[in-house]
């Protein structure tokens, strides 16, 4: 499927959980990754939906950020999937780890606020 025009430089993966420090060479694969037998990723654009839709109950998150070079330099296959009318990036083949990771964010929010509102911010800094 086609990548959005222009192609992002950066993809995110996001945790509930705080990763392993350091990095180890390959993450576990979230329970749905291994159901869907790919990684789900989203742009910068698509974290503050994806973490309303799926993160809303909780409070403290943690963004992967992930060169999109990295991912079409590596052995996996980075494919771009169109859900509804937004086209998702997922890795196909491939684990993500030390070798990917660009950065490790940490969110937290408080009640009184949503994903939406805080991620804006933050991904703007990052």
């Known amino acids: 499927m086609p990548p959005p025009a222009p192609l992002p430089s950066h993809v995110f993966k996001i945790l509930l959980s705080a990763p ?28 503050p939906g994806t973490a309303s839709r799926f ?6 998150l943690y963004l992967l950020k992930i060169p999109v070079r990295k991912l079409e330099e590596g052995e996996g296959e980075l494919k771009w999937e169109e859900n509804n009318t937004e086209w998702f990036p997922h ?12 950065e490790v964010i940490k969110v937290e929010r408080n009640e009184a606020k949503g994903w939406e509102d805080v991620l804006t911010g933050v991904l703007e800094k990052h």
């Open 20 to 47: 392993p420090s350091p990095l180890p060479k390959a993450l576990p694969l979230s329970k749905l990754d291994a159901q869907d037998s790919f990684i789900h990723l989203s742009t910068g654009a698509q974290v």
């Open 91 to 102: 890795l196909y083949g491939a684990d993500i780890g030390a070798d990917e990771v660009h």
């Open 55 to 60: 993160f809303a109950q909780t409070n403290l």
